[in-house]
């Protein structure tokens, strides 16, 4: 498990910062894309700088009223500038971003510019049209709505008399224009866009992002803080009406697919962080544990265990279940050393969809299970000879299913939303008879 970490909400003097400066004091950008917690994430980040050394302009508004050469001292740069700003500035800087379902963050965008006045969308959200529904159907609302992520990661024209600001050219805010570019530009440049950020957060795994992103700039979080800029009322996909959310995610297939992406990315990282902040002393405390399998060993998902890629178990008719997501794997290490002739057992209780448990696997020390299937009264039992023993004085258990899809609620009060894909009862390692 890794902890949660938020920020001090206190504004920080200069003569506190005594702590190296992140990313070795070479600039970052945090690419804000709105309605993703960026501003939450901007008050655990600007603290961690000097304030002088943050740049104050966050719109291109703000920015280029500003005489360039003051525009490029800054060490920490974050804003609505989506993926253009290293283009525009002639840098590769080291860059952040957090991203969020597409669906939660259209919900969010409708809820947030219907309770600002100073949005320039709040007249349609709230007078044009003033429902959910009406707002996605009309022609400026579909715009707003439409692939928000992927024009802010995937657009990286900049017009000329933007770049002419380098130049010293005055440039009219007002009139500045940013053409859209097709669809298969976009997703390619969004995926380029991700790959080369130097971390990806999701909205919806906040604390875990908040890990990955301090850990990928070298830097140490300063305190808790509140979440900030959230609209009044949660959003919630269970709300919507089966043909709004059939518009919304029609509106949003890039971002989906880029969603999914930096989803997968930050479980790959997360996983990466816990094994270096924690493996050593798990190793260390598995190996002093570790004894020969006798018998059967039965880990329920309800036991306290080492192992990532498990949401928090929950009840289910079974007892405790805990689901997989929002990556492919899962793991379990049990203190035990398997020998040959062991088998491995795990009760699967239920899946999001019949592809999802056609594709179960299960690998024990990265070795795949020839498995077999058995019904059993609360689900299907997956089970097959232990490969052989593997390096480890103990034994890892993989359980693998293909990339986990957004989660539909299916009971009215659900409000789950992350990914999910099996949810698993219990898993059993049994010695040769």
């Known amino acids: 498990m890794v902890p949660a970490t938020t920020d001090a909400s206190a504004e920080p003097r200069p003569e506190e910062h005594l702590a190296p400066l ?16 960026g501003t939450t994430l901007r008050r655990i980040l600007e603290p961690l700088w000097p304030i002088d050394t943050v740049c104050p302009h966050h719109l291109w508004r703000g920015f280029l009223n500003q005489p360039p050469a003051a525009m490029r001292d800054s060490l920490l740069y974050w804003g609505h500038f989506g993926a253009r700003f290293d283009p525009f500035f002639e840098a590769a800087f080291a860059t952040v971003t957090m991203v969020r379902s597409p669906v939660e963050r259209v919900i969010s965008m409708h809820r947030f510019v219907q309770q600002r006045p100073k949005s320039q969308w709040h007249d349609l959200a709230t007078r044009v049209a003033p429902t959910f529904s009406a707002f996605i159907r009309h022609p400026d609302g579909r715009k707003i709505c439409r692939n928000g992520q992927a024009r802010a990661l995937g657009d990286l024209e900049v017009p000329g008399e933007l770049a002419a600001y380098w130049a010293g050219a005055a440039v009219d805010d007002e009139i500045l224009e940013f053409p859209d570019q097709p669809d298969a530009v976009l997703l390619d440049n969004g995926r380029a866009t991700l790959e080369r950020c130097r971390a990806v957060g999701v909205a919806e795994h906040f604390d875990i992002s908040v890990q990955v992103i301090l850990d990928a700039l070298g830097a140490l979080a300063v305190g808790p803080v509140a979440p900030a800029n959230v609209a009044d009322a949660p959003s919630s996909p269970a709300a919507l009406s089966d043909a709004d959310l059939e518009l919304v995610l029609e509106l949003n297939q890039l971002d989906l697919a880029l969603y999914r992406e930096a989803v997968d990315r930050l479980a790959a990282d997360r996983r990466a962080l816990a094994r270096r902040l924690h493996d050593e002393r798990c190793v260390r405390e598995l190996t002093r544990r570790s004894v020969p399998l006798v018998g059967a060993v039965t880990v329920s998902a309800g036991d306290p265990f080492w192992g990532d890629g498990w949401w928090e178990a929950e009840g289910a008719p079974v007892g405790l279940v805990r689901w997989t997501g929002a990556a492919r794997d899962a793991t379990i290490d049990v203190p035990v050393r ?42 299907i039992i997956f089970g097959g000879p232990v490969p052989a023993p593997g390096h480890r004085p103990w034994t ?4 693998r299913t293909p990339l986990p899809p957004p989660w539909r609620p299916t009971e009215a009060g659900d409000q789950r939303t992350e990914p999910r894909g099996i949810a698993v009862a219990w898993l059993r390692l049994e010695a040769a008879r």
């Open 22 to 37: 992140p990313n070795g004091g070479e600039p970052v950008y945090f690419l804000h894309i709105p309605k993703t917690a």
């Open 396 to 399: 890892r258990v993989t359980v």
């Open 338 to 379: 398997t020998s040959p002739g062991a088998c491995v057992e795990v009760l699967v209780h239920a899946a999001v969809d019949a592809e999802m448990l056609a594709g179960v696997e299960v690998l024990v020390d990265g070795v795949p299970v020839l498995l077999e299937r058995r019904p059993h009264e609360h689900g």
